[in-house]
């Protein structure tokens, strides 16, 4: 539909255009065929065989666009130098009036998806060159340049990414390089300032965006989220707080391939709550983003403050895009433990090395693995032995443990050659093997396995709350350990191995062994949850004056070998365990002793027997047996113990000139004595009869005067010589003297009362 003039020479060609309503059709140069409202100005023609046009103000208007050229075309001379002015265009339609040359199809086809909206005017376009070498995109000699302002431009760059909005700037092509300057604006609340989009071949189907982002730290991942380079839920994102300043650079492919991000995170004072009891505040430092990866430089941590404590972190993403935080951090060890025993227990600051790894952005795992190691230099520990370590000691010691859904799991831990490891906290199954072993974890409970140098039972009893009693032994699966030397109360055992498991309703011990120099022991027992506790024991020493020795007792025992058995009983358990609440019943066996004089606690509770002060009370002729103490050549007994009282009706000593048959109690709480004695100067068959049928205990009360009359006769009368009670405390007895010149059966009922 052209309207104008057209004049002709023989040499030259004029066209006037005034044409209303005009579509042009050049399918070699232009991707469609563009229709126009308008077209003025004019062309001339010269050379037809190599022609010469020139173009004079020649003008295209339609809605979309309004453009005029002036320049010439100079074929013959293989020259073009084309002025366009640009007075308005649609951006989104502006690559239908590109050459074919200019733009590839799809870079066309995205240019028209991606700039939903916004306006070019006052552009200016030039071209300069060799017409053959048009674009000019590798000829150096000519120029093809370009610069649009643009104002309230929409793009949508690609799928699910947020879109950038009402963006004003300029855009510039050059040769086969286009960019776009925007000045700043926003996405989000977030500021973008000294952007830059670049398209390095129009040719080409890439487009690079790089720039700064300023603005709250939640915005940058609503942004990633929203072209899934992250996944961070809501919640999260609402417990993020702070601001970022980002360095980005995004190459974006228009078809087909991932986009690539790359960019600079300076955090400035960015927070996270993870929960009431957690938190992540004051996090500064730079983070990196690049190959799908974030990460920061190894020189240049991240430092924050956790839950009040200063840190510092690095971060790198790991192969299958989970990340890992990792570092060595100085830790006051008051400001991470909060249990108050503990707190009293480890004190001092010491340098850890950690890795925390935490699930990537895509992972289908919520669990967090942690790993810490450390030479504890700087750490005091004064928990007792086997974990008692001084300040300047380096103890190493590493842990491991898994943290999901507000619960740790597989927790692992190897210091001073001691392994731990527990499966759960919630079920409390595990295994501590002081052997440093790895062994199977148990389905129930834990297991103490291996072997201790030195434990001192005394010193951990600070761990009980004394206002409860808790049976520890309830959360123990089976124990199998060996002690080098075990300390309890104030007996010291070596070479103790003990082997016991739970049953559920008790906790069996069916192996206590002691094998060493001074003492024997053989024991079995059960402790019965929230009940009684009950063993059987056998001991035998064949020195137990050595014994005492070791056991730091003073005492004036010499030699005497023994054996013994007790089956005793106590309400609660296992570390309930105290004289004045035991029960039961035992019987002692001592051979070849010597007694010297009574003077200390331990031998005290011998002073019914003590012969020294007896021969002063009674004027006695036994300083043939007493000068260097009272030696005997057996001491046995049965008795019964309940609340510290200790009942025998048939205690015999029986030494090389004397016999000594003691009957009644001693109370070794309140250290007293209720006791009837009978002794003997002689040997003979008297006590021993009269011990035998004052015994078992059980049966004592049963005999009566009469019987013990008929069965010695009056010649009983010539062995015993003394009959007398001991009462009062071990430190001061009080000894009465039954009438030695009467009969020796008159009161012998008194025995057993």
Known sequence: NFSGSIKTNLDIIYINFKSNNTALSYRKVLRKDPFFNSISGNIEISNISSPLININNLNFSNKEIKIDFNGFIDYENDLVKVISHIDRLNIQNATDYMPLTFISKKSSLWFKKAFKSG????????????????????????????????????????????????????????????????????????????????????????????????????????????????????????????????????????????????SKIKLENVSFNFNIENNISKISGHLYYKNEKFFTEQSSPLTATFNGNGISMNLDTLKNGDFTLFGTQKIENKNFISNAIFKNKISGNSSWDYKINIPGFGSKTKVIHVEAKSTLNGTTISFPQPFKKEKNINSMIRVETDYADKEFSNISVLYKNIRAEIKSLKSLNGYINFSGDIVKIPDNGIDVLGKISELDINKWKFISDKSKSTDYLQYINKIN????????????????????????????????????????????????????????????????????????????????????????????????????????????????????????????????????????????????????????????????????????????????????????????????????????????????????????ITAAATFAVEKLAKAFGKDINNLVKVKYTVTGPWSNPIINVLNKKNNALDGIEDLFK
């Open 119 to 262: 306006r070019a005017s006052n552009g200016n376009i030039l071209l300069s060159g060799k017409v053959s070498s048009y674009p000019f995109f590798e000829d150096l000699s000519g120029i093809s340049f370009a610069i649009f302002p643009i104002t309230d431009l929409d793009v949508d760059y690609r799928k699910g990414w947020i879109p950038f909005e009402q963006v004003s700037g300029y855009a510039y092509f050059h040769k086969k390089n286009a960019y776009f300057y925007p000045q700043d604006f926003k996405v989000l609340d977030t500021t973008v300032s000294n952007s830059k989009l670049e398209i390095k071949n129009v040719l080409d189907t890439e487009i690079n965006i790089s720039g700064e982002l300023m603005g709250p730290v939640d915005n940058l991942f609503k942004y990633s989220n929203s072209g899934s380079l992250t996944n961070i839920s809501r919640k999260n994102l609402s417990e993020l707080h702070g601001i970022t300043k980002t360095d980005f650079q995004i190459k974006i492919p228009l078809k087909g391939k991932k986009i690539n991000l790359k």
């Open 481 to 696: 350990i060996d002690f080098d030397e075990l300390i309890f109360n104030d007996l010291t055992f070596n070479s103790l191995s003990i082997n016991g498991f739970n049953s559920k309703k008790y906790f069996i011990f069916n192996d206590i062994s002691v094998d060493s120099n001074e003492v024997n022991i053989l024991a079995n027992g059960k402790i019965e949850f929230n009940n009684i506790s009950s063993f059987d024991i056998h001991i035998n020493s064949s020195n137990v004056e050595n014994l005492l020795n070791y056991w730091n007792y003073k005492h004036s025992l010499r030699d005497s070998s023994t054996s013994s058995d007790f089956n005793i009983n106590w309400q609660g358990h296992l570390l309930d365990f105290e004289l004045n609440k035991v029960y039961g019943k035992f019987s002692v066996n001592m051979m070849e002793g010597r007694l010297k004089k009574v003077g200390n606690r331990v031998s005290r509770i011998f002073g019914l027997f003590n012969i020294d002060l007896l021969s002063k009370r009674l004027s006695l002729d036994f300083d043939d047996v007493t000068k260097n103490g009272f030696y005997f050549n057996s001491l046995d007994g049965d008795f019964r113990i309940d609340s510290g009282n200790i009942f025998t009706t048939n205690l015999l000593v029986k030494g090389p000139s004397a016999e000594i048959l003691a009957v009644g109690t001693t109370n070794i709480i309140d250290e007293t004595y209720d006791m009837r004695v009978v002794a003997s100067p002689e040997f003979g068959e008297a006590l021993p009869v009269i011990a035998l049928l004052g015994g078992p």
